[in-house]
């Protein structure tokens, strides 16, 4: 290791003990995962047996205007989040042998799902799970980043601007519907692009620091074909506050096994 390797880890605020815990985290076994847990998967219960919830926002539902109407909050949350709830429930019910698995060991390995509901529990547990986290990432008063997180991110990409163009970037480009997310990987900040309602935990390319959606119904009532636009408006809403602490917990839980 270099001298200004060393310099960025002091930058980064990564002592010794957080280095421990991640080179940790890549020795355990599947069977006793757990770092990344509180992060990655906040809300989810710890078998598929107990009642999903929807939680609650933080805000009103027209909080965050002019940048994303109440409109599309009501729609988003109460609807389309609630479906995907829904569904995960009907799933379950008609197939009690998964009632008992931890959602997270599901996340973590779809192959513990009957193949024949697998793509269905990915769909509807990923779109619990994302949409969970994607709430949190917002709101309107926002407050600044945290010195550990400028500064990883000043070492991944050179600047905040550089950083949002390039998540931006990532969600233009994801063809139909998906997300763009700012990832830990182990060693940096990166950007990561998902289809449908994949999150970066599910092939382990990363847990996920901020994540936004990118699907249709996220922006189409105020931006229609705009997505663009929607993404430039929704870092106005970025609650850089609960991204600073989730990059925290980040790195004191690890990342998944590989
Ligand atoms: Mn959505």
Known sequence: MNASALDRRALLGLSAASLGTLALSSQ??????RPGRTTAAAHLQATLAEPLALPALNYPTYALEPHIDELTMQIHHDKHHQAYIDNLAMLVADHPEIAGLDPFEILLDFSLVPEAIRQSVRNNLGGHLNHSFFWKLMTPQSLDK??????????????????????????LKRFGSGWTWLVWTGAK???????????PIMDRTGVPVLGIDVWEHAYYLKYQNRRADYLSA????????AVSQIFADVLSNGVPDA
């Open 146 to 171: 945290s010195d550990q997180l400028t500064a990883a991110v000043n070492d991944a990409f050179g600047s905040t601007e550089k950083m949002q163009a390039a998540v931006s970037e990532a969600g």
């Open 234 to 241: 929704w870092w106005n809403v970025c609650d850089w506050y």
């Open 189 to 199: 900040l990166d950007v990561i692009s998902t289809p449908n309602q994949d999150n």
């Open 28 to 33: 355990t076994t599947r069977a006793t995962y």
